[in-house]
């Protein structure tokens, strides 16, 4: 039997549990909370496995068992916020077909909306007005996506059969067919300069904040959009609006922000040319994600490495 802990602060822990029961019924599954009256979490030393959604500072290194740490996201920027992170425990993202399902579902839907200007289109609608644009060659939209992970590279392999000219930048050059390659810091310029829809699913890493700025942005072909699905931290939120405000960038969609819930009064929200949404680009589901979770547990108690961890020097 394996005792595992479960800890996100904030969210409903029912349907990790369930999920989590359903598919290692014998594991011990217990909630922590910051309420006494509530924490499961019993002997620290009980505790083998930690999954984790923005742990409170401190609490995993209190557990002198622990053999990993699950993100319960792709992304394990909020692990960083603990300072404490206990040394020589491996910590493991998230990897999960509806993670990366949804990811790509969201990156089509907006590259299209982008592509097919229905933005335009809808501004027109709320006029009354009946008008139409030349109709765009999907041949000829140049789409380039930041970061050729997981969920980058399922995106750019989905764009490809709709015909669009895809590239991907990464640190590392990639080999995905019809997807031109650009990596390393001297090939992110070139790749701007091509790319006329582009898409961010970078982790966000010291290497990576604040990557979309004036001069990134300044090295998009004029009329470029944006679809940020990464993180907030990687836009420079007033050069994007100086370089929307200027007709240089057409529009963005923003899906992740520096500060979330975006505060009420963030020109994001009543921006013409910004679509926000509420981070949910692609969410973790409990079951699907549970299967990763479970699987590697049961990796590791076989005496297998765990699949995925991440790198504590990158940060990614
Ligand atoms: P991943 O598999 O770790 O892929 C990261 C990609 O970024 C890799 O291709 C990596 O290059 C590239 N990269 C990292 N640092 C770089 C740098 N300094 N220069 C150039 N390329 C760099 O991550 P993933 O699973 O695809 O997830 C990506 C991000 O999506 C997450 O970190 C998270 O922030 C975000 N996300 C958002 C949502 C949402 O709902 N909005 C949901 C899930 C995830 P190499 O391949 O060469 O290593």
């Known amino acids: 039997m394996v005792t595992v802990l479960y800890m996100a602060p904030g969210d409903k822990p ?21 309420d006494p009256a509530k924490d499961e979490t019993g002997d620290p030393a009980d505790i083998q496995y930690a999954i984790v959604w923005k742990p409170k500072p401190g609490v995993l290194k209190s557990l002198p068992n622990l053999k990993a740490i699950f993100s319960m996201g792709a992304g394990v920027d909020h692990l960083w916020n603990d300072p404490e992170l206990p040394d020589g425990v491996p910590l493991v993202r998230l990897v999960d077909r509806c993670l990366t399902q949804g990811m790509s579902e969201y990156v089509l839907y907006w590259t299209i909306h982008h592509h097919r ?72 310029i070139p790749f701007l300069n091509r790319t006329e829809i582009l898409v961010c699913l970078l982790p966000l890493t010291p290497d990576t904040q604040g990557i979309i700025n004036k001069d990134t942005l300044a090295a998009l072909p004029k009329g470029a959009c944006l679809i940020n699905c990464a993180r907030g931290g990687h836009v420079v939120d007033d050069d994007l609006i100086a370089a929307i405000e200027s007709g240089h960038i057409e529009a963005a969609t923003l899906d992740v922000f520096h500060t979330e819930p975006l505060p009420d009064d963030h020109p994001y929200w009543s921006h013409p040319k910004v679509t926000v949404t509420p981070h949910m680009a692609s969410l973790t589901v409990p079951h699907s994600s549970t299967e990763w979770y479970v699987k590697n547990i049961q990796r590791m108690e076989a005496g297998e490495p765990p699949l995925n961890t991440v790198d504590r020097g990158t940060r990614y």
């Open 14 to 34: 029912d349907p990790w549990r369930d999920a989590f029961l359903a598919q290692m019924p014998d594991a011990d599954f217990r909630v922590w909370s910051d």
């Open 117 to 188: 200007k229905m933005g335009v289109y809808a501004g027109w609608t709320a006029e009354h007005r009946w008008k139409r644009l030349r109709q765009a060659d999907a041949e000829q939209r140049r789409v380039g996506i930041l970061g050729l992970g997981e969920l980058g590279s399922d995106a750019a392999q989905k764009l490809v059969p709709l015909h669009y000219q895809v590239a991907g930048w990464a640190r590392t050059k990639k080999d995905i067919p019809g997807v031109e390659s650009f990596h390393g810091p001297d090939q992110l």
